[in-house]
Nanobody
Framework: QVQLVESGGGLVQAGGSLRLSCAASGRTFSTYALGWFRQAPGKEREFVAAISWSGTAKTYAHSVKGRFTISRDNAKNTVYLQMNSLKPEDTAVYYC???????????????WGQGTQVTVAS
């Protein structure tokens, strides 16, 4: 398994930007697909974006497509989520996850970080 630690969350005004980072431990980082998920208070955890092990395949939730960008740097064992044009409905705890396939399904990801809070003020 790989250990994941998210950072970069915070409070931002609507229309602003944040970049989340997820640092991973383990020499096999480059073999994992990585995903970002989020969970708002009182709601189920939902898919945000995923990227294949090579970085060539990316998938986004419809609600964030065109505003968020997922990327990875295998040399730094880090995956990023650039979030632009943030909306109050983007407020949630954001989780990084590692798995074998870049899918939208939570069950396909076996390793999870602790999460980082993103709050978007209107």
């Amino acid at each position: 398994q790989v250990q994941l630690v998210e950072s970069g969350g915070g409070l931002v005004q609507a229309g602003g930007s944040l970049r989340l980072s997820c640092a991973a431990s383990g020499r096999t980082f480059s073999t994992y697909a990585l995903g970002w998920f989020r969970q708002a208070p009182g709601k189920e955890r939902e898919f945000v974006a995923a990227i294949s092990w090579s970085g060539t395949a990316k998938t986004y939730a419809h609600s964030v497509k065109g505003r968020f960008t997922i990327s990875r740097d295998n040399a730094k064992n880090t995956v990023y989520l650039q979030m632009n044009s943030l909306k109050p409905e983007d407020t949630a705890v954001y989780y990084c996850a590692a798995g074998f396939t870049a899918t939208m399904r939570i069950d396909d990801f076996g390793s999870w970080g602790q999460g980082t809070q993103v709050t978007v003020a209107s």
